[in-house]
């Protein structure tokens, strides 16, 4: 009987509490009064960061008898159905008969596996409990569609791979009050993390080989399930092509247009809409992350070439052969997936490109937060000087005089032009 599945799956998962697992960096909200919709790149630990806020609860004094967690990825449900979805509260309410609704903590992990689930959640926010919280594949729940489908009901949690210091709480890496033996240690886990996989399961995974063939699992995945099968993809050798060129060209300004043309030269048939469409679902399932350049002008915004970055260096890495040019584009991909870890609520990234270039901007709204140029390092004194430069003629541009160079090893502050910029290792400007 289905009502008796789901009372097994909630029991079990009551007598997991507390669960064993490394802590994130930022907790999901609590009594926010909104369905907290959890969302992410495959494999980047979702429904973990549900579980530690299951954690945080209990530590708080909230009894495991008010939690109710169903996830809908257990064979014992294949089949249901929404209309099926009243049978896990009605086997909440037999458990627990004494417990009003409204002071359960609600958690619906993989719930885009039953078709129209959105309407039940609703429902049970409207007339129920305030305390829901639910995660999914993007093979079926984008973002976008939440945001639609929820009807403002919801906030969004973004979930990304480890940042540095997640990386070194799961690596044991000491962190703070460091001997100088153990400082060089921390930066030789910084060049790690740089070149290699922050995925949760892959970071504590000792076998090299085997991080490859998980590696390759998760490609294929968001490949196939989160593109291919979602948007009815037939010529997947050219998606795959086109993918790769965007890894390739993380950081520098990409023209669609061009990698048409570079496709329609080998022969190979595909329409130049399809790629302006798989740009955009690329970027919908989190496996790219894109920024545009800043102008005040909005028209000239959407007219402006795209930089793309990735969601994870490992991945890349996997995925093409390493050049030798790498370095530098895999600090700039890290020091961008770190901005968007800490954005704030409406805060943009952009890119300036004048007759210099600075590789980030930072603004809230019409103002402009920071400036951050990046670069692997700043011996050569003309690559210095270029550096300072685009940062300092963007400066001028946005009247922003937050700045910073992000570098691999280099520390300084130099001041030019009336302007003071801050000059910080990676490893410790993500330290912050």
Not at 198 to 224: H, N, R, W
Not at 245 to 269: E, F, V
Not at 293 to 308: D, G, H, N
Not at 394 to 402: G, H, I, P, R
Request: charged share 25%.
């Amino acid at each position: 009987m289905l009502r008796d599945v789901i009372k097994s799956l909630i029991i079990m998962k009551q007598r997991e509490i507390p669960f064993a697992m490394f802590d994130r960096e930022y907790a999901l909200p609590v009594n926010s009064k909104s369905i907290v919709t959890v969302v992410g790149v495959r494999r980047c630990g979702k429904s973990s960061r549900m579980q530690l806020t299951i954690n945080a609860l209990v530590e708080k004094g909230i009894s495991p008898e008010t939690i109710l967690w169903v996830g809908f990825d257990d064979e014992r449900l294949a089949g249901m159905k929404a209309s099926d979805l009243d049978e896990v509260l009605e086997a909440y309410r037999e458990l627990y008969p004494a417990q009003d609704l409204k002071d359960v903590f609600m958690f619906f992990d993989e719930i885009q596996l039953i078709d129209h689930w959105e309407l039940f959640v609703i429902r049970v926010f409207k007339s129920y409990c305030k305390n829901i919280f639910v995660s999914g594949s993007n093979a079926k729940m984008l973002s976008q569609e939440i945001a639609t489908t929820l009807r403002g009901w919801s906030i969004e949690e973004e979930t990304y791979p480890l940042s540095f210091m997640e990386y070194c709480q799961f690596t044991g890496t000491k962190t703070h009050h460091l001997t100088e033996q153990e400082t060089t240690h921390l930066r030789l886990k910084w060049d790690e993390y740089c070149m290699e996989s922050a995925f949760p399961e892959i970071v504590l995974t000792e076998s090299k080989s085997l991080c490859d063939k998980k590696l390759q699992g998760y490609f294929d995945a968001m490949l196939f399930r989160d593109l291919v099968e979602r948007h009815n993809i037939s010529n997947t050798g050219v998606l795959r092509y086109f993918i790769k060129r965007l890894m390739n060209n993380i950081t520098k300004p990409t023209s669609i247009n061009a990698i048409y043309n570079d496709i329609k030269s080998q022969g190979l048939k595909i329409s130049k809409d399809n790629l302006y469409l798989w740009a955009d679902y690329v970027c919908e399932c989190f496996m790219f992350m894109r920024i545009s350049k800043y102008t005040p002008s909005l028209v000239e915004e959407q007219q402006s070439l795209r930089k793309y970055y990735f969601i994870d260096n490992g991945l890349r890495q996997s995925v093409l052969l390493p050049q030798s040019d790498d370095n530098g584009k895999l600090l700039e991909n890290a020091v961008l997936l770190h901005l968007y870890r800490r954005r704030q609520p409406f805060d943009k990234i952009t890119y300036f490109s004048g007759t210099k270039e600075c590789d980030f901007i930072v603004q809230q709204e019409q103002q402009v937060k920071a400036l951050y140029q990046v670069c692997w390092e700043m011996q050569d004194t003309l690559t210095m000087q270029r550096e300072i430069d685009g940062i300092i003629e963007a400066s001028k541009v946005t009247q922003c005089d937050n700045l910073f160079i992000i570098t691999h090893d280099n520390e300084d502050i130099i001041i030019q032009d009336g302007k003071t910029i801050h000059i910080i290792p990676a490893w410790k400007w993500m330290m912050k």
